[in-house]
Each structure stands twice: as C-alpha cells, then as structure tokens.
C-alpha cells in the first residue's frame, strides 16, 4: 500500500506565474488535508477536503490560493501569481476518516524567484 | 484558540542517554495527539498516535505520555542513538480536525 505521493517534490516558479500542487492520498483514505511549511515555521494548516468537497478552508490565505479534490484523480492545491513569500514546503496528508491519524507525503518544496 | 508549545527548541546529547521531549497545549478539548519525526528536506513520519481517552503509547524505544487535563504531553527516547537525529514535532487534533502543531524540537546525538 503506497503512502501519500505528492508531485512535484520540488517546484520553481517566477513571480506572478501559477503553481499547482497534486496530492494522491493513501489508498482507501477520503480525507484531505494540506499544510503549509515556511522557512524557521512551523506546519500550519490551509484546507481540509473530502471528495468534491471542501470542509474546512479556514487556514487558506483569501486571494491566490485555491484547492480541489475531484471524484476521480489527485488532491490540487494551486496558487495563482506566486511571489517570494509563497517560497515554503507544502505538505499533503491523508486519513480513513476524521477524527483519525494523518499520513503525510514527503511534500513540494516551492522556490519563487 | 490552540496553541502547541515544545520545549525545549534544540537539544544535543551524547550516544546512549535517555531523553525527553516536552509538548504542551492550552485547549484541553483535543481528540487526539500525534509526534512526528522530520528529517531535513524531507516529510514526516508518524511515530506515535495517543488518543484523547488514553495516557501512554509505546513503539520501541519511544514512549509518549498524554496528560490532557493538565495539556502536556512528553515523548521519551531510550538509549538514544545518532540515527534519532532529527526533529520532533508534536501535533493535537481539535474539533475541527485539523492538526496544531508545535514548532518542534531539534535533537542531535553526538556518537
């Protein structure tokens, strides 16, 4: 059983260009989560998606930041006109349900130039 | 509001001591604790899980104490090793179901 995949592992960006991030969970698991890693940070939260829906986006900055979990296919977290702040590691987990242990990918680490 | 602290922030010790690590939280109302170890550059690995109704959980060398009323958990690593270099992460799940972490702990053991 794979654990999570996140691809790109690594990811660089100009200013103002668009990034995209996919998340393919464990097998089995529905329930979406992404974090956000910035330099001497630590992990917060962005959004918490099951398919097609997304239950919790309290941690998603208001403009530029958008995510998705289709019924079929990966997890997207894309981030519109990118700049030198958005430069973090970006990390995807997943779990059966809620309420429950997380498995976390080995993340995408975005560079904005 | 929830708030992870973990003392302390960096950590060095000699091969073959006895450590612990130390996580607190101010909102009691948790429903789970996670510690992950994370290595440079790389994701994270669960070590262990404590749910909200239980106090300890052990792997291995590692065992993780939860005192919710109090909001403090510790992670105790026996007979370290230079392979235990890392950082530790300590996160709590609230009622939204997402995980607050702390900013970790960094721990070197010197061989």
């Known amino acids: 059983n794979a654990g999570v995949m996140q691809n790109p592992r690594h990811l660089v960006r100009r200013r103002g260009q668009e990034a995209r991030l996919r998340c393919s969970p464990m097998k089995g698991h529905s329930h979406v989560y992404w974090y956000r890693q910035l330099p001497e940070e630590g992990l917060k939260f962005m959004v918490y998606?099951?398919?097609?829906?997304?239950?919790?986006e309290s941690g998603m900055p208001k403009e530029r930041f958008s995510a998705e979990f289709p019924k079929e296919g990966p997890s997207i977290l894309r981030i519109q006109q990118v700049v030198r702040g958005d430069s973090a590691a970006y990390f995807c987990a997943s779990s059966p349900f809620g309420e429950n242990e997380q498995f976390f990918g080995p993340g995408t680490r975005l560079t904005v130039l | 509001k929830q708030e992870v602290t973990q003392i302390p922030a960096a950590l060095s010790v000699p091969e073959g001591e006895n450590l612990v690590l130390n996580c607190s939280f101010t909102d009691s109302a948790i429903y789970n604790l996670q510690w992950f170890r994370q290595d440079p550059g790389k994701g994270l690995t669960s070590l262990l899980l404590?749910?909200?109704?239980?106090r300890e959980q052990t792997s291995g060398r590692l065992n993780a104490s939860l005192d919710k009323s109090s909001g403090r958990s510790t992670l105790y690593i026996a007979a370290s090793q230079p392979g235990d270099s890392a950082t530790y992460l300590c996160a709590v799940m609230g009622g939204s179901e997402k995980l607050v972490f702390g900013k970790g702990t960094k721990l070197t053991v010197n061989p």
């Open positions: 404590i749910q909200s109704s239980q």
């Open positions: 998606l099951q398919k097609e829906n997304i239950i919790d």
